[in-house]
């Protein structure tokens, strides 16, 4: 018996094998980025790049993985690498500290990817990195929001032209068009409505929106999921 013996039941060993030779990259390890990166790491991804340049605190308890009691404090690329370790000792890891930007994309974006997953909450470091992924053909999947949800029902994939009813979405078509980016981005998204109580919609802009327990690690295994399909049935060279 093997770790990884109900998913070779699934897909194969030679599905196994494609996916422990695949290199996938999660820019942003939040809610929506720490559970991509559970849900990948138990799929059988073999090399994983982590990108987040910001430490676990008490706050984010309750939705992302890598966020214990025992961990607050710590750089969330350092806390959630550990996890990875103790899910699968042979994953090979490349902890990145860091926060994506114009000055750091091209260290960050130093390979070959198979895949990568957009899970940044920040809007400019967003369309940079698609811009990025698809001047250097790289795969990528990008998270729209996730925030401000309490009803999963609403999670769909699709290209990021074809969504609605997400204010986050509406933002990046439009700055994507500008960009001269019309379609080919897949992108995770809800057409939950938004939970804004009068409160919420009393506080300041630049305060942080609420989030839920269920919604945004269900954004970032939906996905895992789809990434390790996609990469599954990828045509090779």
């Known amino acids: 018996m093997t770790r990884f013996d109900r998913l070779e039941r699934l897909i194969g060993q030679p599905g196994l094998a494609r996916l422990a030779d695949c290199s996938v990259a999660v820019f942003g390890l939040g809610g929506v980025g720490s559970f991509a990166v559970e849900g990948l790491v138990r799929g059988g991804i073999g090399h994983l790049t982590l990108v987040d340049y910001d430490q676990v605190e008490l706050s ?14 710590q750089p969330k690329t ?10 699968n000792p042979a994953v090979s890891l490349d902890p990145r500290p860091l926060c994506y930007s114009q000055e750091t994309a091209e260290a960050l974006l130093d390979r070959p990817f198979d895949y990568v997953l957009d899970c940044i909450d920040q809007v400019t470091a967003k369309l940079h990195l698609i811009e990025q992924c698809r001047a250097k053909h790289l795969p990528v999947i990008s998270s729209m929001g996730a925030a401000n949800k309490l009803d999963p029902g609403g999670i769909q994939v699709t290209d990021l032209s074809e ?16 960009r001269g980016i019309v379609n080919g981005v897949t992108a995770v998204y809800s057409t939950a409505p938004d939970l804004v109580s009068e409160q919420t919609t009393q506080r300041s802009r630049s305060e942080p929106l609420g989030s839920s327990s269920v919604v945004p690690p269900l954004f970032g295994l939906t996905m895992a999921g789809t990434v390790l399909q996609a990469l599954l049935t990828k045509e090779e060279p």
């Open 163 to 178: 969504t609605h009813s997400c204010g986050l979405a509406r933002i990046m078509r439009k700055e994507l068009r500008r």
């Open 60 to 73: 984010n308890i309750n939705r992302q993985i890598e966020a214990l009691e025992e961990t607050i404090g």
């Open 78 to 87: 350092t806390a959630l690498a550990a996890r990875c370790r103790a899910i």
